[in-house]
């Protein structure tokens, strides 16, 4: 972590002695189709590592599909997501792409963490079993050892006292904690956040935003779908709009949320605090 | 099969068993109708708030599925001869069969019942109506559609159980396919050709059923409510 | 009338005794048709959620036809249609393979049902820390099937416990074949028959409170 803090911005973690600036994550002309639907129409993206990049937008605006095709959860249509250089879903085999792997696929996977709307918590496990099984089952790591990463893990976003605790018996806040953890256990390069705190009672966001804005000041290379506009305006680098399956506008927060350029940026930005006044 | 035993076969047998297969479609119908209504009585009783309705209901629910429907046959053809009754065995077996799934029938009416039940309840108590009226306008025709997708799967369980009466001597499909395959010591065929008769019955009925399920959404199983 | 009543008095410790041991039979026999019905179950519900088209196609093959046909058809075929091509199955072997096959075909929806029931994010999350796909129905879907299975396949078991009735249409002595034979030595037919029923009740009845107790359970610990 500290090294990719001190990496900042402007070189990449594997820099060769060049001043190449290799994006963490690279996405090229994605779109993707839901049936006759067009959910993204052509996306191209760049985030560098240890860059927070927040993606705003109305429903259907295809925000979660982008970020699934970025694990490729959601298998494209068109286009190319490149991982650390690295085509994700795919390879290229003597000039044509061709299907990658379901292992190969996974593997690549475990550098990178997801975080769900639902959490999606595995029931039958513990809290503490939750975090550990990536480690032991998926990299190989004697439990032993696991088990203390985990601890130290729960630890960190605060639940270290919930450890022997079934997923039910928890809050929507704690269980998204442990989901953060339980990402956080595959050493992930890139944090995916798909509107982690949604399904959220109001008191219970604040929790999570903490443990994010905590992972975010150690240089976490963090994509985060949210309709927390404040928060994203805190922690982020850089604010992408995204509306009807397309990228509207992509600036630096305090320029987007102060001053957009585009109408449908700010119309859509008036709605949002036209909800918050209620609140 | 040589082609002499194909000739026997649609000419001796194919006839004769598809009458008797028609007898099974008969005995299926009757028999569902009287454990649909039967078993719709039963669960009102089952419901009712007066015990000497409910008790009987439930007692008769639970022994009547706690044992096999094979022996409920022989009970009522056997008991009804000692005490002098001689009734046929086709009917015995539409009496007995419908009798038997009226208490499945009833548990599926009850789930129905209790889907809707709760919250409805109090509402319609609250407008001022009945019990009676409760369960007339407001449970049941919304219990209905819980109700469906398990009674289609009973049409064709029953038309299989059909079968079981065989064994009481009523003329169906099995009892047919037993005459010949004693007169012609071809067992192998004609209890093959038996259950692919039976397979053309059953088989366009559950696919009949799966559509209505999926255009139902699934009445049944865990977490209905 | 009356003395077959008294008959039946006088003769009861014989009569029970002979029922009883058909009863052990019946136990038997439910208990081998289980076991390979779960196993066939679970081996084609695996091929129903399989990529491969074949797979699939085998097992809608096996619970299209296995479900639409009788099982006393199917025992008949098994013990008197395959003897006729050399297969002699001893009576228990016979009912025991033909109520093993017909009941994995149905157990084999149930499976798929109780597979399919697991939330697709439970799969998703499994995926994002890297595991495949064989590990996340290893790790993560069986253990939870397993829990919505249950009921279902302990009241498929004790509707075969009564199904086990019609193997006495191939001479397999359990409870129900035992009364047959008693019947036609005393001529005691409804007592016997009465007799039968409770013993029927009496295996059946504590098992579905058993079952309907682990319904109640099953329906708080909850799956999300």
């Not at chain 1, 402007?10 to 060769?16: E, G, I």
């Not at chain 2, 209790?114 to 108590?125: N, S």
Request: aromatic share 8%; hydrophobic share 50%; with cysteine.
């Amino acid at each position: 972590m500290a090294e990719q803090r001190d990496a900042g911005l402007d070189s990449a973690p594997n820099d060769n002695g060049g001043a190449a600036r290799r994006a963490l994550v690279k996405v090229a002309g994605l779109h993707k189709r839901f049936g006759t639907l067009e959910v993204l129409k052509g996306i191209d993206l760049e985030v560098r590592a240890g860059e927070k990049l927040s993606i705003i937008g109305p429903s259907g605006s295809g925000k979660t599909t982008l970020l699934r095709c970025i694990n490729h959860l959601e298998k494209p249509n068109e286009g190319h997501v490149y991982i650390d250089g690295k085509l994700i879903g795919e390879k290229l085999v003597d000039g044509r792409y061709v299907e990658m792997k379901d292992r190969e696929v996974a593997r690549l996977r475990a550098g990178i963490g997801m975080v769900f709307q639902r959490f999606n918590l595995f029931p039958h496990l513990t809290t503490l079993q939750n975090v550990m099984i990536g480690p032991v089952k998926v990299l190989g790591m004697p439990p032993e050892a696991a088990e203390a990463a985990a601890i130290d893990l729960l630890k960190k976003v605060g639940l270290g006292h919930k450890r022997d605790a079934y997923p039910e018996t928890l809050s929507g806040g704690q269980q998204q904690r442990v989901a953060i953890a339980r990402a956080l256990a595959m050493r992930p390069k890139l944090m995916l956040f798909d509107e982690a705190t949604s399904a959220l009672d109001p008191e219970l966001i604040g929790e999570v935003l903490i443990v994010m804005s905590q992972l975010a000041a150690e240089g976490m290379t963090m994509i985060i779908v949210t309709h927390e506009m404040q928060f994203a305006d805190d922690v982020s680098d850089r604010v992408i709009f995204m509306d009807d399956g397309q990228i509207v506008e992509e600036a630096p927060p305090h320029e987007l949320f102060r001053s957009p350029s585009h109408r449908r940026t700010q119309a859509f930005l008036r709605a949002v605090l036209e909800k918050q006044a209620y609140q | 099969m040589s082609p002499a035993q194909l000739e026997v076969a649609t000419h001796e047998w194919m006839p004769q068993l598809l009458v008797a297969a028609l007898g099974t479609l008969e005995m299926t119908a009757l028999a569902y109708v009287l454990g649909a209504t039967v078993g719709l009585l039963i669960a009102l009783a089952g419901h009712s708030p007066r015990r000497f309705l409910s008790a009987p209901a439930r007692f008769y629910v639970e022994i009547v599925r706690g044992t096999p429907a094979l022996t409920q046959l022989f009970l009522i053809y056997f008991g009804l001869a000692s005490v002098g009754i001689a009734i046929p065995a086709f009917e015995t077996a539409v009496l007995g069969l419908g009798l038997n799934y009226a208490a499945y029938m009833a548990e599926v009416y009850r789930a129905g019942i209790e889907a809707i039940h709760r919250g409805q309840r109090e509402a319609a108590q609250s407008i001022g109506m009945t019990h009676g009226q409760t369960m007339r306008h407001i449970v049941l025709p919304q219990a209905v559609r819980v109700i469906l997708p398990p009674m289609a799967n009973y049409a064709i369980s029953l038309l299989k159980d059909t079968s079981v009466a065989s064994l009481i001597s009523a003329p169906e499909l099995m009892l047919r396919a037993r005459d010949l395959s004693s007169e012609y010591y071809m067992p192998m065929q004609l209890y093959l050709i038996a259950g692919t008769i039976y397979f053309v019955m059953a088989f366009p009925l559950s696919r009949a059923v799966r559509r209505l399920e999926r255009v139902l959404g699934k009445g049944h199983a865990a977490g209905a409510a | 009338m009356g003395s077959a009543w008294a008959r039946t008095f006088e003769q009861f410790p014989y009569l029970f005794d002979v029922l009883v041991t058909g009863a052990g039979m019946t136990v038997i026999v439910t208990a081998g048709g289980f076991a390979v019905a779960v196993v066939l179950g679970l081996v084609f519900a695996v091929f129903r959620t399989a990529r491969s088209p074949l797979l699939r196609s085998a097992a809608t093959l096996y619970v299209e036809i296995f479900r639409a046909v009788p099982v006393l058809t199917q025992l008949f075929i098994i013990y008197f249609g395959l003897a006729t091509i050399g297969i002699k199955l001893a009576p228990i072997p016979a009912a025991v393979i033909g109520f093993g096959i017909n009941g994995g075909a149905y157990l084999t929806e149930v499976f798929r049902a109780g597979i399919e029931a697991i939330h697709r994010g439970q799969t998703e999350a499994a995926y994002s820390i890297g595991m495949t796909r064989p590990m996340t129905v290893w790790h993560i879907v069986l253990p939870q099937a397993i829990r919505v299975v249950l009921p279902p396949v302990a009241n498929f078991a004790i509707g075969l416990l009564k199904d086990t009735s019609i193997a006495s249409a191939v001479a397999a002595p359990e409870l129900t074949y035992r009364a047959h034979m008693l019947v036609d030595q005393t001529y005691l037919s409804t007592q016997i028959y009465l007799m039968v029923a409770a013993i029927y009740l009496m295996m059946s009845l504590p098992l579905s409170r058993l079952v309907r107790r682990l319904e109640r359970r099953m329906g708080q610990g909850h799956l999300r």
